[in-house]
């Protein structure tokens, strides 16, 4: 069955460290999104993709990188990460001209 | 951009009670809203949605009803049951008719047995 999968599911990091969580979907979407999400803010959109090789900044990209080099995956690296970015991090997809969104699993990720 | 307001953030009802959460959008061009289910520890599911052209949508027990006038999007669920206790999410378009989504802080139903 199409799908989208994160991993890792659950990382421990040290602050300053890289660290890149990974992103694949099977169902040839061409858009994809990563967000945070914190207790009190819901969820927050990072970074998202409408197509290979093309990558745009979210509301909160600070610290975040993506790259788009086929469909089906969309890793987000944490260039250093630090302690502010202890969350539980979505990948979402769409395809092109429907509405809704699917989110993977998701990966909880604390930095120490 | 777009700025979506989610209240209450938390709601506790008896189970057969009905329970309502409503959201507030800024962007009088946005034109459609879905809501999201997440179960602890899962990941968001879509549980309905609805285009700015429909008033009202129903599914079983849940309906999404949209005021474009005061710009508010409400979820109706009715004769709720201990698997509905969640936190349900609201959401609108970053801006009009983008795939790019804001959502609203959450909230927390308890349905008591």
């Known amino acids: 069955d199409a799908e989208i999968t994160q991993s890792p599911r659950h990382k421990i990091t040290e602050t300053g460290r890289q660290v890149t969580l990974a992103c694949h979907q099977t169902w040839n979407h061409n858009n994809m999104f990563w967000y945070r999400q914190d207790l009190g803010h819901g969820l927050r959109l990072i970074h998202y993709?409408?197509?290979?090789?093309?990558?745009n900044k979210g509301e909160v990209s600070d610290g975040y990188s993506v790259s788009r080099s086929n469909t089906e995956d969309l890793p987000l690296t944490l260039e250093s990460a630090a302690s502010s970015q202890t969350s539980v991090y979505f990948c979402?997809?769409?395809?092109?001209?429907?509405?809704?969104?699917?989110f993977g699993p998701g990966t909880r990720l604390t930095v120490l | 951009g777009e700025n979506v307001e989610q209240h209450p953030s938390t709601l506790s009802v008896q189970e057969g009670d009905s329970a309502v959460i409503k959201c507030t959008y800024s962007?009088?061009?946005?034109?459609?809203f879905p809501w999201y289910k997440q179960e602890l520890g899962k990941r968001p599911q879509l549980i309905i949605d609805i285009r700015s052209n429909v008033g009202e949508k129903k599914d079983q027990r849940i309906a999404v009803t949209l005021n474009k006038t005061a710009k508010h999007f409400s979820l109706h669920i009715t004769e709720t049951q201990p698997e509905d206790s969640a936190v349900y999410f609201c959401?609108?378009?970053?801006?009009?008719?983008?795939?790019?989504?804001?959502f609203g802080k959450g909230t927390k139903l308890t349905v008591n047995p």
């Open positions: 993709s409408y197509g290979v090789q093309d990558t």
């Open positions: 962007d009088s061009a946005s034109n459609y």
């Open positions: 979402a997809t769409r395809a092109a001209g429907s509405d809704t969104q699917y």
């Open positions: 959401a609108a378009p970053v801006q009009g008719g983008s795939e790019k989504l804001v």
